[in-house]
Structure formats: C-alpha cells, structure tokens
C-alpha cells in the first residue's frame, strides 16, 4: 500500500507519478465499483504525454475512460460529450484551460483496450474517472506511461498523500463500531464484506486468501460513512497490511478489535483517573516507560486485552514507542472532565486542543433532542450520529434562528449536500433510512464563526441510545477558554439538596442499596444494539445512564438543579462513572441526615445542658470514638435510643388505604365459617397489583397435603381461580394457572405476619413471611378473574385441611414493597373495636382475647382508647372502674382510680396525677416498654405519668375483656370507642397520631436493618453492615479534621447547624494528626468513594454555621 511513497505518505491513487517519468509503460490494477463514475486518479499539472489504457478481464465488462478538466468543469474526453468523444476522437485542445497544443487521440467507447493518449503537457491537473455502466464491480487493467513533469522537484511523487496516524485511528473506532453492530463478529465481517474481494495466489496457502490493494475500496465503502470520514480508503487499508500489497484476516481483524479496545483503553483511563486526578501529574506518570508499562499490564488483566495490542492503539499510533503528548491527550480527553468548582453540563466538553471520541447519548421518542453546542471558533468539525432507530441529525444556528443542516428545510439538506455557511465549508451525508443501523455525519471544514447547535430528530415510538462520534483540530478566539465549553459552575448547595431529595426517594422505592444498584444496571445500563463496543464501560452508571436514573425519579422536574450536577454530586471520585459504591453513599444519603437530625436534635430536646449531651455521648471520655460512635448510631437505629437512655419521639408513618380491611379474629378451616367480602374488582384485585396482608396463626402440625385458604376465588374458572394461603405449611399464591410456594415452612402454634404481593410491573408474586421475602415467582400475567366472588376461609377446593385463627387481614390495591411491610404490620392493630360501644356492666363487657394472643405477655404494647365516663362515676378513693382488665385474677388492669388513670401488673401500681372528667371524650394511652422496664400514662396526648422498674406482664393464658374485672374492681360505667391494641411501645407524639391528634407524616423511608438486606453473605451481617455504613456516612460528616472520631468543637458544630441554638459556645476543632487513618492525604478509593458523596452540603452547613477555620482535604487522590 506504501509502495514508492516516502516515509510519512501513503500510497492513494492506482497510477504513480514520479518527476523523471514513468521509465516506459506500466500496469496496476483498479476496481471500478457498480454503477460508479468516480475519479480514479489525477494526472498532475505539466506531466508530459501522459497515455493510458483501460484493459477489461472479460467482454462483458462495460466500463467508459473519461478525462474531465475541474478548473472548467468539463469533461475532455468523454464517449458522448466531450471535447472529444466518440464522434471526434482527435483534436488539439487549446484555450480550455489546459494549456496550448495539447494533442488528444481517443480509441472511442468501443475498442478494446480504450485508450487516451495526452501529447505534449497539461497546464492544469486533469482527473480520470473509470465509468463503470454495469451492476456488478469491474477490475480493470490501467496500462500508463508518461514523461518528465515539469516543474517537478525530486522527490515529489504524485498519488502519495501524507499519513495522519490519529485520524486514521479514529476513523477505523468509527467504522469498528458500525461493524460489529451489523456483523457481530470478525469472521462474519470478513466473510460478508471481504470475501468477494479476496485472491489467492498460486504457492499461498489453501485459507490465506486476501484482498489485493486495489479491491478495498469495495470492502470500506460497505459502510455508508465511508467517504464522509477524515481518512481515506487507502491509508486504512496501510494500516490493515502496513507492509504490502494485500490485506489478510489478520490485519482486518486488528482493524475490527480496534473499538473494542478503544472502549478498553476509557474503561483504564477512568481507573486511572481514579488513582491521578491531575492531568499533569497522570502525563509525568504515564511517560516514563515503567508506569507505562504497569498501567498496560493492569488494563490487559481487567479487559482480557493484549498488551501489545493496548500499547500500539495508546503509544504506538503514530509509529513510535514512546507516548507522545498528543497521544496522552487523546487518552484523558476520553473523560470529559471539567476543572474544580465545575461540572460536566454537555455530552462533549470542547478543549482548545485537537479532540476526538465517542459518546453514547439517549434520545427522546419522536421528539427533537439537543447533544451539543459546537462553539464558535471550531476549527475542521467532523461529526456522525449512529443509531439502531431512524434519526435525522440536523445543525442549528440560534443566533440566526435558522437551520443550517436539516434534510427537509435546511441550507443544508436534501437539495444541496455540500455548501459554504459563513465561510465554512459543510458536507452532509444526506438522510440514512435505509436500516437496520442509521447513520448521519456532517463534516465541517474551516473556521466556523457561529455556535451551532446539534439536534436529533427520534422517528421512533421509543427513547433510543444513538452513538455520537466528534473530531475536531482546533478552537480558536474567545470560545478558547477555561473553562471550556461544556463545563458549568457547580451550585453545590442546590446539588446537594436534590441529590437529599433523590436519595428519599431511592429509600422509599427500592428496599437496599444493593437493590436500587441492581435495577438501575438492569435498567437503565443495558446497552443498545449500537454501543456494545462500550461494555467495558459497564461496570458503572456512566454520565448518560445517570439522566435515565435521573427521569425515573418521578419529582425530577421539579428538583432545584439538573440531572448532570447531581452526576457530579453523586460520582464522588470525578471519574464519569458512578460505581456501586458510590451509588450506595447516594442511597444512603437521606437516611444519614436523618440519623444526625434525630440524634442531635433528639440530645438538644432531651438534655437541655449540652454538656450532659457531650458526657452522655462520650461516656466521660475527650472524644466519642468511631466505636462509641457506631454504637450510638446502631441504638438510635435499632432501639430508637439517644445516648444516656432516652427514647427518640418520631410520628408513626402514613398508612396506605386498604380497600378491605377486618381486625376481629376468625377460625378458618374446620372450626371456621368461610363468608364472602366482596368482588374481585371491588377488591383492586383484577388485572392491577395488589398486596393481602394478614396475621396467622395455624393450629398443629402441617402435613404435606394440607390445604388452607385464607382468601380464594371458588366460582372463578379453574385456570383463573384465585388462591391465597398455605399449602403444606408454607405460604402460597396461585392464579392463572401459576402456583407460587414458599420453600419456608411456617412456624404453627404461633402468630405470624404473612403478605402475598402481585407486582403487575414486574409480572411478580412475591411472598413475605415475617417480613422476610421467602419467594418470588416471575411471568405471571395478571389475575383475570372477573366478575369472581372473593372468599374468606374458602378456595377452589371446598375440602380444607387445617385449623388456623386470623387475627387481621388487609387487601391493598398496589404491591406494596417489602420494606414497608414491617412497618404496616406493626402499625396494624393487634385487636382493634371500630366505632362505639356503651358498657355498664359485665353483660356489657367486651372480650378481647388471651394475653398471649394479644402479644401482651412478656412484651412491649401500647393500648389506646377514647373515654367517655358516666356521670355516675365518682372520684372516691375506693372507687375503681376498669378499662382494660383480666377478671379471673386482676393481674392487669388499666383503670380509672380515684378519677385518675391507673396501670397495674399484680402489685406494681402506676398512677397519673390528672383527673380524667365525666361526660366528654378523652383519648388514653397505656403503654408498657418491656425494654425499658417502664409504664406511661398518656391522657389527650400528654404523658401524665411514666413509672420504672416494672417486671413484664407474666400472666399466660389470662383472658383480657374491654370494660371488665374480677372482684373488687368495678365495671365500667360510660362508653368507649376507637379502641386499639399495638404490640410495640410509643411515644406521645405518635400516640397523637395513632390517636387522630395529628396528621401523619409522610411514609419514611426503610429502616436500616433492610438496607442491604439482599446484598451477598448472611443476613445479620448485612444488617450490621448496613448500619456500619450510614455510621460511617454520618462520621465523615462530623468529623471535620477527618482524624477518625469526634471532638467536642466538632459536636458543638453540629449542634449549633442542626439546632439552630447560636447560643451554644463555639468550640475548636484540632488539626488530625499526620499519622491519622483516615487523613485526607492518605485516603484510599474506596474510602473517597463511601464518605465524599453524601456529606458536602452538611459540611459547609457546618462550617458556616460554626463560622470557624475548619482544615479541608487535598483533591481526591
């Protein structure tokens, strides 16, 4: 392919021109593609009788030499209007521009061989074009000779043009990538594209068939942007047989890994990045050969690459060992970076260097998108948009507000596909819509002077990735500048808010950290058709994966900053990928705020003197350790305890409206009555997805062939019956011919809480025991049962095998997740009366149910009820009337005593000091923290009296009533409503709630023991883990110095900006000792990528808040 040509110069054209002449006649070969009349070569101005013949391999072959003059725009010889042609095949050209008595003898059309012969010396450079009239390529035989040139300097030699590495490089990445989206593999590309071009010689072997020089122009205007890139046919097939005439499936197949190992080289480029944030520091590592070489030896490890062939696409592209700046340039280029204090606002951020690479960018559905915005300046822009949908690439000029390119209405466009703008030079590919693959480039050449705008228009009825390839040489004049084009100034605090707000959002939806990582990959980091090339990127949620992540957030519009600040926000270490980790610190970003809101604020309300809340979170010591810290943390989490022991007070969460809801317990199977509670669709059970949620309890051992409904279908068809239950004494679902069984055996004897979720989304039954998901059974289509009764107690089968009590059942019409799971259940009553009952005497009186099945005994509970006292109540001190109480032996009693409320378990007493009044309403809460040891008395939402020290309530098997007790205690005189039952303690402000004092609060987000709760390892692990996490989070946030634990300045600090108290004194903050672990000047990766992301906005909340010096960490090393 080089052939004569000098170092530095490749060989492009069939016929040679050198200044001494041709040295007698000579023969190469050409391929004139089907239908073609294209330039074969030019003969260069003053070349002296020049003659050329056309020799074709059969007679059937129907091809046409032509001279054409371009400085006229005429042709010189042609069969049927040329100057001379088959009606005049001799003259004597003068005055056409191409110099004086330039005697022309032409064959004609029909001779065989056709030849032009030139006497004397052109004046101009004249091209001949080879016409090809049929539909099949033709090889022709070109037999030529000529004489000195003119002029002519040694060693010039004409059809040799210089060689650009780079271009060449990037020009084959480009067509790489439409190849392995169209061909999927090498020895499929070669066979489909190569092959009907290949030879073989006689001596080579039987395989080694190979494409000669002049045939690869078949090969590489296979694809349609062929003549519309910066490199030539010819200086890429140099590069695929750099050392002779043809080219073999090795060579190609170099050529066809090239974006493979582009995509490669970004991937080791982030890494790298991640280690060398300075762009200088990385080049002055990166140029001496050592750290080269370990840079290639760890990149071939993680992308399976060679690393030979790593080191000739990054340092040998321009044919020398040693990396040059241009080629270091290009690699760093690759990941977009902004300088501090800025971030990536555009799909392409425009240096003043010459810049190249490729970008994937998501497209909206049949709307127009804006890419980028070239700048003003730009200087040789080359730029393609590839797709596996119909796109349309248009250029915009908003100073002008014109279209500049566009197919239908642009300067640019279907009726003109080359032309001037402003003085630049544009060509356009034209409109691609042909399929499977679209593909449209424009090329501009000069300096353009304007800003352009890049749009795409997406046909299809669906969001579509399109892959965005630029070039450009240089930007000059203003738009030179730092920052460069493309990069915004970070408004951190904005950022910061909606990364708050993303991160709620996140708690809220998915049920771990792991979770959302796992749905946002399956999601959103698939890659299309178009951009397999890149997988060695998908190891992260790069900068466009981020703006799906970003539109599935539902409140995204109306968050304070865009979908790129909080990219940068989220991708802690700056390297354009948010991984995993990164991600979790995201995750877990509202749920630290929260922790260090409810400790700080909860120490501030419950510990008026501040230094109580400094001892009581230090234990006496200087510091509160990382340790002590963790241990502060897993109490507020799990116990929902401050330091020194007191409760935090949350309101309880919102609760979703069930469409059915029953709280009065049942027998179901042979001791039950089953009863109808509505239709399917009444129930939001057909077509959508829904949630049934009920306590359990069954009665004996399960056999294998048990079968217990606790809500069925038995009218409905049998493919589409309903069933939701226990199978073999495991919970199960089925509809739709589909069983879905849990391969947990349910514990009998015993209350259970059970939830049977349809997700209609996801196509999902999902089974939860105890608040634990013991299966998921996937492809199920929705349950179609219309117009089918639902039973309670009953399925398709009227036979039933079991005994079981149901203590509550909830039908929800959505699925609900299953971290909220723990949350409903527990705020589901364990007992509860609905509307109003009047007692004033034993008849009266309202059994409940046992202490153990109440979940009274040896537990936490609360107990709440509205009283309305009879007048004929006194409030004498013998006087006692009973709320709650167990008549067969006074062992618990929740009374009215003295006209005051009273709590007892046998002896141990507890009394209020307020009168509870006759002949109004009063809402009362009893509550017994087991953990604690602790009886509270709350009246209208006032904590009235809280007692110490009480063992808890022992009595098994004792029968607790509404309104009754045994002897000595009267029986109630009044009436009661909203009476409910809760296995678990509260506090008065969720009691307001509870109570209906209070609004509720919105649902909060999961709670800390689930965060990772389907991560990898056992589940306890992953809960410590999970704490460990949001502990550390919160410590980075405190701990300003970053010496690994908390001083008292820097608790101060956070006192004063959680509280808002400026009247807590303002204390110092020491500087972390050089040998500190966790010091920023030797923090590690992952260190970086676990507590930068969450705590910015904290931080300077902190430090303006404190208004002291506080030491700030070097760059991210």
């Known amino acids: 392919a080089k052939g004569p040509c000098s170092e530095g110069f490749v060989r492009t054209s069939p016929v040679i021109f050198m200044c001494g002449g041709s040295d007698g006649q000579v023969s190469s070969q050409y391929l004139a593609l089907a239908g073609s009349n294209t330039k074969s070569f030019t003969i260069p101005k003053g070349t002296k009788d020049f003659q050329v013949a056309v020799v074709l391999e059969t007679a059937k072959d129907d091809v046409d030499l032509l001279v054409y003059n371009p400085s006229a725009q005429e042709y010189l010889v042609r069969y049927d209007t040329g100057k001379v042609s088959d009606m005049q095949l001799r003259g004597t050209l003068s005055g056409a521009g191409v110099g004086s008595d330039v005697g022309v003898t032409y064959t004609g059309s029909k001779s065989t061989p056709e030849t032009v012969t030139l006497s004397g010396s052109a004046a101009v450079a004249l091209e001949v074009h080879i016409k090809n009239n049929g539909i099949f390529p033709v090889t022709v035989t070109l037999q030529y000779s000529f004489g000195a040139i003119t002029d002519c300097v040694d060693p010039w030699i004409g059809g040799c043009e210089e060689y650009d590495p780079f271009e060449v490089q990037r020009t084959i990445v480009d067509w790489g990538i439409w190849v392995a989206t169209n061909y999927g593999t090498a020895d499929k590309a070669w066979r489909e594209l190569a092959g009907p071009m290949t030879e073989t010689q006689q001596g080579w072997p039987a395989d080694a068939a190979m494409v000669p020089f002049h045939k690869w122009s078949y090969v590489w205007t296979a694809w349609p942007m062929a003549d519309a890139k910066g490199?030539?046919?010819?200086?890429?097939?140099?590069?695929?047989?750099?050392?002779?005439?043809?080219?073999?499936?090795?060579?190609?197949?170099?050529?066809?890994?090239?974006?493979?190992?582009?995509?490669?080289?970004?991937?080791?480029?982030?890494?790298l990045h991640g280690n060398i944030s300075s762009e200088d520091d990385a080049w002055n590592y990166l140029s001496k050969v050592d750290n080269m070489d370990t840079f290639l030896m760890e990149c071939s490890k993680k992308t399976h690459i060679g690393v030979g062939e790593l080191r000739l696409f990054i340092s040998r592209a321009d044919g020398h060992d040693e990396l040059a700046r241009e080629e270091f340039q290009?690699?760093?280029?690759?990941?977009?970076?902004?300088?501090?204090?800025?971030?990536?606002?555009?799909?392409?951020?425009?240096?003043?260097?010459?810049?190249?690479?490729?970008?994937?960018?998501?497209?909206?559905?049949?709307?127009?998108?804006?890419?980028?915005?070239?700048?003003?300046?730009?200087?040789?822009?080359?730029?393609?948009?590839?797709?596996?949908?119909?796109?349309?690439?248009?250029?915009?000029?908003?100073?002008?507000?014109?279209?500049?390119?566009?197919?239908?209405?642009?300067?640019?466009?279907r009726g003109k596909q080359n032309g001037e703008y402003k003085g630049a030079q544009l060509t356009f590919s034209g409109d691609d819509s042909r399929g499977p693959l679209y593909e449209e480039s424009v090329t501009i050449k000069g300096h353009l002077p304007t800003k352009l705008a890049l749009k795409v228009h997406n046909y299809a009825s669906m969001d579509t990735a399109v892959v965005l390839s630029y070039s450009w040489d240089q930007i000059e004049g203003p738009s030179c500048k730092n920052p460069p084009s493309g990069c915004k100034a970070i408004d951190e605090e904005k950022a910061a808010t909606s990364a708050d707000q993303l991160s709620e959002w996140m708690l809220k939806t998915y049920g771990s950290q792991h979770e959302a990582w796992q749905s946002f990959q399956r999601r959103y980091a698939v890659r299309s058709g178009v951009s397999e090339w890149m997988r060695f990127l998908s190891n992260g949620l790069r900068f466009n994966d981020w703006q799906q992540v970003w539109q599935a957030w539902p409140a995204h519009q109306q968050a304070p900053s865009s979908w790129q600040e909080v990219f940068f926000f989220a991708d802690a270490d700056h390297n354009g990928v948010v991984n995993e980790t990164e991600l979790g610190a995201l995750y877990r970003q509202h749920k630290v705020k929260e922790v260090l809101s409810d400790l700080f604020m909860g120490l501030h309300q419950s510990e008026p003197n501040w230094t109580t809340a400094w001892q009581d979170s230090a234990e006496g010591s200087t510091k509160i350790t990382s340790s002590r810290w963790q241990s502060m943390v897993m109490d507020l989490l799990e116990k929902r305890r401050l330091p020194g022991g007191s409760p935090v007070c949350k309101p309880p969460p919102a609760q979703k409206p069930a469409v059915f809801a029953q709280s009065t317990r049942v027998a179901l199977g042979q001791a039950g009555k089953p009863k109808k509670i509505g239709n399917a669709e009444e129930l939001g059970l057909v077509g959508n997805s829904f949630a049934v949620l009920v306590r359990l309890k069954v009665?004996?051992?399960?056999?294998?062939?048990?079968?217990?409904?606790?809500?069925?279908?038995?009218?409905?068809?049998?493919?589409?019956?309903?069933?939701?239950?226990?199978?073999?004494?495991?919970?199960?679902?089925?509809?739709?011919?589909?069983?879905?069984?849990?391969?947990?055996?349910?514990?009998?004897?015993?209350?259970?809480?059970?939830?049977?979720?349809?997700?209609?989304?996801?196509?999902?039954?999902?089974?939860?025991?105890?608040?634990?998901?013991?299966?998921?059974?996937?492809?199920?289509?929705?349950?179609?049962?219309?117009?089918?009764?639902v039973w309670e107690g009953l399925g398709e089968d009227p036979a039933v095998s079991w005994e079981a009590s149901l203590g509550s059942l909830q039908i929800f019409p959505s699925a609900v997740p299953g971290y909220e799971l723990r949350s409903m259940f527990k705020y589901t009553p364990k007992w509860q009366l609905d509307g109003e009952v009047t007692i004033d005497d034993a008849d009266s009186a309202v059994r409940m149910g046992t202490s153990d099945s109440l979940g009274i005994r040896h537990r936490s509970f609360t107990a709440l009820v509205s009283l309305f006292r009879d007048k004929s109540e006194d409030n004498g001190y013998q006087s006692v009337y009973t709320i709650f109480g167990t008549p067969k032996d006074n062992s618990l009693e929740m009374v009215v005593w003295n006209g005051k409320l009273g709590f007892s378990f046998g002896v141990t007493r507890c009394a209020s000091d307020l009168v509870v009044p006759t002949g109004k309403w009063v809402d009362v809460g009893f509550v017994y923290d087991a953990e604690r040891r602790e009886h509270a008395i709350y009246q209208d939402g006032v904590l009235s009296k809280k007692c110490g020290g009480v063992e808890p309530y022992e009595g098994e098997g004792s029968k607790v009533w509404l309104g009754l007790s045994g002897k000595g205690i009267g029986d109630w005189k009044g009436k009661m409503r909203n009476v409910k039952l809760y296995g678990h303690s509260e506090c008065g402000e969720a009691l307001r709630v509870l109570s209906g004092q209070a609004a509720e609060v919105p649902a909060p987000a999961p709670t800390s023991r689930r965060l990772l709760s389907d991560g990898l390892g056992s589940v306890a692990r992953q809960e410590e883990q999970a704490i460990e996490d949001v502990a550390n989070d919160a410590l980075a946030v405190v701990d300003l110095n970053h010496d690994g634990a908390i001083q008292q300045g820097e608790f101060l600090a956070e006192l004063r900006a959680i509280t808002g108290d400026t009247t807590l004194p303002v204390g110092s903050i020491a500087t972390a000792s050089a040998t500190s672990t966790t010091s920023a000047a030797v923090v590690t990766m992952s260190t970086v990528a676990t507590t930068t992301a969450a705590p910015v906005a904290t931080t300077t909340a902190v430090a303006k808040a404190t208004s002291m010096e506080v030491p700030t960490a070097s760059p991210t090393t």
């Open 699 to 789: 009665s004996g051992e399960a056999p294998s062939s048990q079968v217990g409904p606790v809500l069925g279908t038995p009218d409905a068809a049998e493919d589409q019956a309903l069933f939701a239950g226990v199978l073999g004494g495991r919970p199960a679902m089925s509809f739709g011919g589909k069983v879905c069984q849990s391969d947990v055996v349910m514990p009998v004897d015993g209350w259970v809480e059970i939830a049977w979720v349809y997700d209609a989304s996801t196509k999902e039954q999902r089974l939860y025991l105890d608040g634990s998901t013991v299966k998921v059974c996937g492809g199920v289509t929705a349950f179609l049962g219309f117009g089918a009764a």
């Open 330 to 413: 290009s690699l760093w280029d690759r990941l977009h970076l902004c300088p501090v204090g800025f971030y990536r606002a555009s799909e392409v951020i425009f240096n003043c260097h010459a810049s190249s690479g490729h970008v994937e960018v998501l497209v909206a559905a049949q709307k127009d998108t804006s890419i980028a915005e070239f700048p003003r300046g730009i200087i040789n822009l080359e730029v393609s948009l590839l797709a596996n949908r119909d796109i349309d690439l248009m250029l915009w000029d908003p100073e002008a507000s014109m279209w500049v390119v566009k197919w239908e209405g642009g300067i640019i466009g």
């Open 231 to 271: 490199a030539k046919w010819q200086e890429v097939f140099h590069y695929v047989a750099p050392a002779g005439e043809f080219a073999d499936k090795s060579g190609f197949d170099r050529a066809f890994a090239l974006a493979n190992i582009s995509a490669a080289v970004e991937s080791c480029a982030v890494d």
